[in-house]
């Protein structure tokens, strides 16, 4: 029952980011760029509830990203499902405890999905992007994803430890009861 609604609650969460994403940012952008919470909400869950679960919400918010906003299905999907592998990869690595290795984790995850998606538009639809202007929207994407993530941080921790206590049981069998 715990399970079913903290995943109703990651859909509501994701509502919220898209609404914030389509409406709220777009007014406050610098040059043209807006922060994408998105990255930051799937390295979360990554984080916090591991790699299976981080690359299959990644796939899941994916593909409904792609299905809202995208040209083509699936490049979204499939660069979400990387940043939450990533986000479950870098959990047994780092400590999510520290603002410094948050703010790091979150720069590399939005490096990796931008750069993934001007990829994967450059190939396959022979799209051509100055790579002076897109170096420019990563870093300013990059300082904008950090800024927010050193605002929510509280937030994230509180219900990334929270969500991750129940998803994430203690099924070992001690020797003794």
């Not at 709220?24 to 922060?35: R, Y």
């Not at 998606?117 to 170096?135: K, Q, T």
Request: charged residues 15%; positive net charge; contains cysteine.
């Amino acid at each position: 029952m715990k399970k079913t609604l903290n995943s109703i609650l990651l859909i509501v969460i994701f509502l919220i980011i898209y609404l914030l994403q389509s409406n709220l940012f777009s007014w406050f952008n610098l040059a043209g760029v807006k922060p994408n919470l998105f990255v930051v909400f799937i390295l979360v869950i990554g984080l916090f509830l591991g790699e299976s679960r981080g690359i299959t919400w990644g796939i899941i918010f994916g593909i409904t990203l792609d299905l809202f906003i995208g040209k083509n299905v699936g490049i979204s999907a499939i660069m979400l499902g990387a940043v939450g592998f990533l986000g479950g990869f870098l959990d047994k690595n780092f400590s999510k405890d520290s603002r410094f290795t948050m703010m790091l984790m979150i720069g590399i995850s939005t490096c990796l999905y931008e750069v993934g998606l001007y990829l994967f538009n450059h190939f396959l639809n022979d799209a051509n992007i100055n790579i002076g202007l897109f170096i420019q929207t990563i870093i300013l994407e990059i300082l904008f994803n950090i800024i927010l993530t050193i605002i929510l941080y509280p937030i994230i921790t509180k219900l990334g430890y929270r969500s991750e206590k129940i998803f994430k049981e203690n099924k070992i069998l001690t020797r003794y009861f």
